[in-house]
């Protein structure tokens, strides 16, 4: 068929996702209506037997398809109750409170969305009628609870209802390794799946509740290495609520340009969340009473399909705007003494010096940077490609009032000494190549402590040659990411004079 008209069927049956059974009000049809007639095809079974490792295959049977049919009669029966007419279908979930999730997913064409295009254009439409009476259901007991359980242990089992929803949607792809359901972001975005897997959030086993709820309580047992309580509160980031001088580490991991699409893959996990815990103060947008999903209007990406408050197209100035004012407020909150840690891993050279600006602009000195091994080798968006495998902690502190102006010619001729140096100390961690590009930043003193501190530098008279010693060789593309050279590459201009 041509990919016009399978978009088309797709989009008439909101994503092709749902079996399709005879029209039970068709008189005149005498087939048997619970026996699939279009949609979507069941592959196959399968099934675990106690007390014998791995997994068995088998064919689907009528009752399997007789299984998703009471499913989707079920799902209507939980609509109808919350329309409050018999006979009423409001499945569309024109109410932001509908059982299943009705919010709009973002205008196509958004960053990582492809789904819109087959007819997926609301929340709820990324799962099946089974998916859909499992979550339902999970919600309604979490909202149920007695008010005498604990908040945090409430909070525990929606953050597990969250979960599941990842692995319990149409767009799950069957991980034939581990022979489970493999979670929909392998990468940041939701795109169409041919075929999907799946799970059964009742059993014991992958892609089910209680595995959810183990892995949530893993995570948080993970975390609780402090005996203090912790506030967690919504704001803008260009607004701290903090006063001056109060805070003593500042650590942020700032979103990186068009990259990922944040705010709108987090409605993913929200649309459930709220659900489960309606009226939590965190479950709302406190710039726009009136959004229903999480706050976009303030967020700090580069996204021209999405407008700020007043109107404005979110470009590069945009952003690159909102980073150094979000530099300059965690600088404020900052006391005199205390330190700041920024995480970068992007490639180019260009988004290394609007960073760096940014962060210098708004009153920092850098003093060192640490790669670390944070990403899984294993992860979709590492397979055949260069993606980077550590991220570069960059460890900053708030500039003196009272910092100087350095030298170039001093700088240059003392920084490929320290470049140096730090190459030979990363090689053998095994930090090499682009990486330890991306780590040169290093504390700092004397003749390159001023240049750090972002004062400003006489330009050099005549720029240096880069030779090797007979030890070491200062590659040429990592002379541009250091000292701003103006001189064209494969990336661009870098980081230039101030």
Same mark, same amino acid.
Request: overall charge positive; hydrophobic content about 30%; glycine content about 12%.
């Given at each position: 068929l041509a990919p016009e008209r399978v978009r088309a069927q797709l989009a008439a049956q909101r994503?092709?996702?749902?079996?399709?059974?005879?029209?039970?009000?068709?008189?005149?049809?005498?087939?048997?209506?619970?026996?699939?007639?279009?949609?979507?095809?069941?592959?196959?079974?399968?099934?675990?037997?106690?007390?014998?490792?791995?997994?068995?295959?088998?064919?689907?049977?009528?009752?399997?398809?007789?299984?998703?049919?009471?499913?989707?009669?079920?799902l209507a029966a939980i609509v109808r109750r919350w329309d409050g007419s018999v006979g009423s279908d409001r499945s569309d979930g024109s109410s932001p409170l509908s059982p299943v999730p009705g919010e709009p997913l973002p205008p196509i064409g958004t960053l990582g969305f492809r789904v819109q295009r087959y007819g997926m254009l609301h929340w709820g439409d990324l799962f099946t009628a089974r998916q859909k009476v499992g979550l339902v259901t999970l919600a309604r007991l979490v909202r149920e609870l007695s008010p005498t359980v604990p908040p945090a242990v409430r909070e525990g089992l929606a953050l597990s209802l969250s979960k599941l929803s990842e692995l319990a949607n149409s767009i799950c792809a069957w991980e034939p390794i581990a022979e489970c359901p493999r979670h929909v972001f392998g990468r940041q975005a939701l795109p169409i799946a041919w075929d999907f897997a799946e799970g059964v959030p009742s059993a014991q086993a992958s892609g089910s509740f209680i595995v959810s709820v183990e892995n949530t309580n893993d995570g948080a047992q993970c975390v609780s290495f402090s005996s203090g309580a912790g506030q967690v509160q919504l704001a803008d980031a260009t607004e701290h609520p903090l006063p001056d001088d109060t805070a003593t580490v500042w650590f942020t991991d700032p979103p990186y340009y068009d990259t990922v699409p944040y705010a709108d893959l987090s409605d993913f996990f929200f649309v459930w969340l709220k659900r489960a815990l309606p009226g939590h103060p965190l479950l709302r947008d406190p710039f726009d009473p009136t959004n229903q999903l999480v706050p976009k209007a303030r967020e700090a990406v580069q996204n021209e399909r999405s407008a700020?408050?007043?109107?404005?197209?979110?470009?590069?100035?945009?952003?690159?705007?909102?980073?150094?004012?979000?530099?300059?407020?965690?600088?404020?909150?900052?006391?005199?003494?205390?330190?700041?840690?920024?995480?970068?891993?992007?490639?180019?050279?260009?988004?290394?010096?609007?960073?760096?600006?940014?962060?210098?602009?708004?009153?920092?000195?850098?003093?060192?940077?640490?790669?670390?091994?944070?990403?899984?080798?294993?992860?979709?968006?590492?397979?055949? !490609?260069?993606?980077?495998?550590?991220?570069?902690?960059?460890?900053?502190?708030?500039?003196?009032?009272?910092?100087?102006?350095?030298?170039?010619?001093?700088?240059?001729?003392?920084?490929?000494?320290?470049?140096?140096?730090?190459?030979?100390?990363?090689?053998?961690?095994?930090?090499?190549?682009?990486?330890?590009?991306?780590?040169?930043?290093?504390?700092?003193?004397?003749?390159?402590?001023?240049?750090?501190?972002?004062?400003?530098?006489?330009?050099?008279?005549?720029?240096?040659?880069?030779?090797?010693?007979?030890?070491?060789?200062?590659?040429?593309?990592? !002379?541009?990411?250091?000292?701003?050279?103006?001189?064209p590459s494969g990336a661009g201009a870098s980081a230039g004079h101030r």
């Open positions: 994503g092709g996702a749902e079996v399709v059974f005879a029209d039970p009000s068709d008189r005149t049809d005498q087939t048997d209506h619970t026996r699939r007639i279009g949609g979507a095809r069941l592959l196959a079974v399968v099934t675990l037997r106690p007390g014998e490792p791995g997994r068995r295959y088998r064919l689907p049977t009528d009752r399997d398809y007789e299984a998703v049919w009471k499913a989707q009669q079920r700020t408050e007043d109107g404005r197209p979110k470009d590069k100035a945009f952003y690159e705007d909102a980073m150094a004012r979000a530099f300059a407020e965690g600088r404020r909150v900052l006391r005199g003494d205390g330190v700041g840690s920024v995480v970068f891993a992007h490639k180019t050279t260009e988004d290394w010096e609007a960073l760096l600006s940014g962060m210098i602009k708004g009153g920092w000195t850098i003093t060192g940077s640490w790669p670390i091994a944070t990403e899984m080798a294993s992860r979709l968006r590492a397979r055949d !490609s260069a993606a980077l495998a550590t991220s570069v902690h960059l460890v900053c502190r708030p500039r003196p009032d009272g910092a100087g102006i350095g030298d170039w010619d001093e700088v240059y001729r003392e920084l490929p000494v320290r470049v140096g140096d730090w190459i030979e100390r990363l090689q053998p961690e095994g930090v090499r190549g682009g990486r330890s590009g991306l780590c040169l930043y290093r504390p700092g003193d004397g003749n390159l402590q001023p240049l750090l501190q972002g004062r400003g530098c006489r330009r050099p008279r005549d720029p240096p040659q880069w030779r090797s010693n007979g030890k070491r060789t200062l590659p040429a593309g990592l !002379s541009r990411l250091c000292l701003g050279d103006r001189r």
